[in-house]
């Protein structure tokens, strides 16, 4: 990943060992939204995969409610996250390393995938996200559906923007910086960590993160060449036509 600053991580290099300290997510609410959108389109899920599972926080709540669940993330570091919750929680859930740009899981189709928390706003090209649109497309089944969210161009832009923020817990700390490119709107998210050592010194280590705001008349184009039907597109948690000043859109799509 090309870095101005050397010895630069790519996104959840180190994040994945904190990911879940700093995330203050209700998982169970938002699993239950992503089944009720479900009901609303006469869909009922049986086998599931999670394409951009992370360390596991909408996978295992949707498995211990009795759905095949199958995670799938291009980061090593979050996948060992999610296995070790699976296991601790007695779950047997396959997970794969691997890029939804060229994903292949010898054929499988599944007859519902989810990408929760900005999974697609990562891809910041065209041919990256028509890629990405359609690897997840191949796996789902025909007349099977892909729910997936977006970070809103308002919230890249005003929320995270120019903004800077910090936290310090008992064993690390961390800053992160934005900045936001009006031209490509890419948001840039610099994250400096400082991480404590055996020997009580602590460690800094730097990643980078990049997201783009993508529009839902992008979406529903580039998700049509794909194979793919836009269903709905909502204010996240809601059933709700998606609004300008909302911070995360809601996408379900049907598999033709």
Request: aromatic letters at 12%; charged letters at 25%.
């Amino acid at each position: 990943m090309p870095s101005q600053w050397p010895g630069m991580l790519e996104a959840y290099s180190v994040l994945a060992r904190f990911y879940d300290l700093c995330m203050d997510v209700d998982y169970e609410q938002w699993a239950s939204y992503l089944l009720a959108l479900c009901r609303r389109h006469g869909h009922t899920p049986s086998s599931i995969v999670d394409l951009g599972c992370g360390t596991g926080n909408l996978t295992i709540p949707l498995a211990e409610q009795g759905y095949r669940l199958t995670g799938v993330d291009v980061s090593w570091p979050m996948i060992a996250q999610a296995k070790s919750k699976a296991v601790e929680r007695g779950l047997e859930i396959p997970f794969y390393v691997a890029d939804l740009r060229g994903l292949r899981l010898g054929g499988a189709g599944f007859d519902t995938a989810i990408s929760g928390c900005d999974v697609l706003n990562y891809f910041t090209t065209e041919a990256d996200l028509r890629r990405a649109l359609k690897g997840g497309a191949e796996l789902v089944a025909p007349g099977g559906i892909w729910l997936f969210d977006l970070n809103t161009p308002w919230k890249l832009q005003q929320i995270y923007g120019e903004q800077s923020y910090a936290d310090l817990r008992d064993d690390f700390a961390f800053f992160w910086d934005n900045r936001y490119d009006p031209q490509t709107a890419v948001c840039t998210m610099d994250l400096t960590f400082f991480v404590e050592l055996n020997d009580g010194r602590y460690k800094r280590i730097r990643e980078r993160h990049q997201q783009k705001a993508w529009l839902p008349e992008q979406i529903e184009q580039f998700c049509g060449e794909c194979g793919l039907e836009l269903l709905g597109c909502y204010d996240f948690l809601t059933q709700d036509p998606p609004s300008p000043e909302a911070e995360r859109w809601q996408f379900v799509v049907k598999r033709s």
